[in-house]
């Protein structure tokens, strides 16, 4: 990043700080993708609260950007283990702010396994959690009866530049792993597994690149939505995943199973949108298949008389190249550091909130201040 560009996200950040740091400074744990230009964003959760640490996701860590963030903050190692099991989730939080008020700021649902353990163990008191993502929305949802108030960014408006603007990354990536073994998408069958915000923006970039596109997704509302959009929607999801030379998995829980595998065309190329332990049940994968390198961060997996191409391990194929979305992303972290307001003054109700119209609305136009340039 350049050092004006830098500069104007620094400022930008700390406005937005201003803004909306709670009267009492609640202690927080931030997960985070971290990206060249998080740090900028981590500063600014600092200061609209008492960061403890930061445990950026393990596929998504910029070196230069840790260390960076390492001369101010704790960094810790991530892992979805460490808070599956609750005796290790409550662990570390006394190691990080027993006693505390504390806001868990989340990225993928990591807290929610063990969430009503910590929550009745804790020393301190969680004010509650925000989440950025909608597999991780789902996660805290699927509780039921939560034990303390969840704010979820997941859905907000001012998330939907960033969402289209990831589904476009990730043809881009998809496409340029796919050149680099001499192959091209136009002409190509799709499979898209999954039609929300990320799935319908690669249906579309897909369709406008010449590609054959089938949709499959539960919801049967998203079925008629992609068909009125002009797609071809799968009846038959065996069938689907059987005859497309390319499955993108943007479901943001479990796309494809262990037995799905043997069913992929010959030579089909997989990617998804995040990662392989959300969207594939690789560890499902008959014993017979080998795999090995066949190009540069493309695994081939073969038996007798069958193989395919899973891009970068199964992980978000759009990290390969940055995953930028330009500084869209700023209007959804800003959210999140209006999450922590909401949280910070205690009194929130238990259950799934949204940050609120009139918080929204003075995010989008501070942010528009800086970038409508």
């Known amino acids: 990043m350049e050092t004006f560009d830098r500069a104007r996200l620094d400022t930008y950040f700390g406005r937005i700080a201003r803004q909306f740091t ?20 981590v500063k600014a959760v600092a200061a609209a609260s ?8 393990p596929k998504s860590i910029d070196s230069g950007a840790r260390r960076e963030i390492e001369r101010t903050v ?25 006693g505390e008020e504390v806001v868990l700021l989340d990225v993928g649902g990591y807290f929610a396994p063990s969430l009503p353990e910590v929550c009745a163990r804790f020393s301190g008191v969680v004010l509650g959690v925000v989440e950025d993502t909608e597999n991780g929305h789902q996660r805290y949802a699927e509780h039921g009866k939560l034990p303390c108030p969840v704010v979820s960014v997941a859905r907000s408006p001012l998330k939907d530049p960033e969402d289209f603007l990831v589904g476009q990354s990730v043809v881009f990536s998809t496409e340029a792993l796919m050149r680099g073994r001499g192959d091209i ?13 990320l799935g319908s923006s690669i249906a579309r970039l897909l369709h406008a690149k010449g590609v054959r596109v089938t949709v499959y997704d ?14 071809n929607v799968a009846r038959d999801r065996e069938r689907a995943i059987s005859t497309a030379s390319v499955v993108l998995c943007a479901t943001g829980s479990l796309a494809l199973r262990g037995e799905d595998f043997p069913n992929l065309k010959n030579g ?10 959300d969207e ?34 199964g992980n978000a194929v759009n990290f390969l190249h940055g995953a930028s979305v330009g500084p869209f992303i700023f209007l959804v972290q800003s ?18 909130h949204e940050v609120n119209s009139k918080a929204r609305e003075a995010i989008a136009a501070t942010w528009l201040d800086f970038y409508n340039r």
């Open 22 to 41: 709670p009267e009492q400074r609640p202690a927080s744990v931030l997960v985070t993708h971290l990206l060249p230009e998080r740090p900028s964003f």
């Open 50 to 57: 008492n960061l403890k640490a930061v445990l950026p996701k």
């Open 74 to 98: 704790v960094v810790d190692e991530l892992s979805r283990e460490m808070f599956i099991d609750p005796d290790s989730a409550v662990t570390y939080l006394e190691t990080r702010a027993a």
């Open 185 to 197: 998408l136009p002409g190509r069958s799709a499979l898209v597994i999954g039609f929300g915000k």
């Open 218 to 231: 539960v919801d049967p509302v998203r079925h008629a939505q992609a068909l009125s959009q002009g797609f």
């Open 268 to 277: 089909a190329y997989v990617a998804t949108v995040t990662s392989s332990e």
């Open 280 to 313: 594939l049940e690789l560890a499902g994968l008959p014993d017979c298949y080998t795999r090995h390198q066949a190009g540069d961060s493309v695994t081939r997996y073969e038996t007798t008389g069958h193989y395919f191409y899973l891009m970068n391990g």
């Open 335 to 352: 959210e999140i550091i209006a999450g922590i307001h909401m949280l910070g003054g205690g009194g929130l109700e238990v259950g799934m």
